[in-house]
Structures are given as structure tokens and as C-alpha cells.
């Protein structure tokens, strides 16, 4: 096979996020990799030590394109929505990733960046301390949360209908709960959720 052009971290990305996207995040290996980029599976760990370092240069990739400026002026939950929504935006182009962002964006500095432009918004709100920590743990999780579940668990998949179909008897509440969620769009669901989360934070 002959000896491969330098490569980037850009284009390690953009082969793992080939594979990622056509074939799911359990194909990723170096070895698809490799083939992605067409050369040899031995010659990519001049690049990138193992697995690993692959699923943390998607991360990076993925935040990379999240910018991070906020507009002046806007009330801070609109702020801190407007962060989220530029997640959700990335991470709808490249769905598989969900699980790589929980466990690798505090190995990313694309992640690292967006995280201090939370805390930043969070401590111009008034946050500190341990009322910060909680703050910004408890808007990551519903974000990721809801990435989850819009990626895994969509209200508008099958799951939603065979709760729609049981029994109304048995689990009253739980089917007309799913036959509502039906009609609830992922942008309602997302939007819906984090005013709740956002409405219960405050500074102390």
C-alpha cells in the first residue's frame, strides 16, 4: 500500500465520522479508520494511539463547529438556550456521537470552550460555588439527557406507540401520557424541558 499524505486531526475526524455515521459507533476501529483513509491499519497509529484518541477527536470535530459568542444583551437563559441549541444543532448532523460527547468533552477543548461559556453565563447570573457546579451539571444533563433520548429513545418512535397501545385499564396514565406524546415534536420536547430546568435555577 503506498505511504499515505500527512494527515490532520481534521481528517481523522472526518474518516472516523464517515464510519461513525454510515456503519454506527460500534464500527469504529482503527482498522475502519484505516480503510476509510486507505492505508494501513499500522500506519494510522503514527497518528493516533488507539481507539480512544479516535473517539476524542470526533468530540472535538463535533464541538468545533459549535460556536461559542453570545449575542449582547440577551437575558441569561436565553444565553445559556442558545448554547444548548447549538449542541443540539451539531450533534443532530452526527447522531451516533451522543455517548462519545458524555464521555470524552472535558478531553476536547472545542468542549472545554462551550463548557466555560456556560459557567461564564452561569456567573454573570449570579452563580458560585457549589450553586454554579449544580447549575451547570444540572443543564448538561437534561441536554444530554434529551440528545439521548431524541437520538435513542425519540418520542415519535416506536416505543411511544406500543405504550399508546396498551392496556388503558391497566396503565391508564401511562397510555394517555404516550398518546400525548405523540404529537409533541422533538423542538417542543427541548424547548418545553429546558424552560422547566431553567425556571427552577437560581441564584442563591
Known sequence: MPRPRS????DLAAAALAVIDRDGLSALT??????????????????VPDREGLEVLVVESVFDVV?????????????????????????GTHP??????????????????????????????????????IAQRTVVGFLF???QNAHYAALGGQGTAALAALSADEFPHLVAT????TTVSAEE???????IVLRGLRPD
Open 7 to 10: 494527515l490532520t486531526s481534521g
Open 30 to 47: 482503527m482498522r475502519a479508520v484505516a480503510k476509510e483513509l486507505g492505508m494501513a491499519t499500522m500506519a494510522l497509529y503514527r497518528y
Open 67 to 91: 460556536d461559542v459568542a453570545l449575542p449582547a444583551g440577551l437575558p441569561w437563559m436565553q444565553r445559556i438556550e442558545t448554547l444548548a441549541e447549538r449542541v443540539c444543532a451539531a450533534v
Open 96 to 133: 451516533q456521537t451522543v455517548p462519545l460527547l458524555l464521555a470524552h468533552r472535558q478531553s476536547a477543548r472545542s468542549g472545554l470552550r462551550w463548557m466555560e461559556a456556560m459557567l461564564g453565563v452561569l456567573t454573570d447570573a449570579g452563580f458560585d460555588g457549589a450553586d454554579r457546579v
Open 145 to 147: 439527557g434529551f440528545l
Open 178 to 181: 404516550a398518546r400525548s406524546a
Open 189 to 195: 420536547e427541548f424547548r418545553g424541558g429546558l424552560a
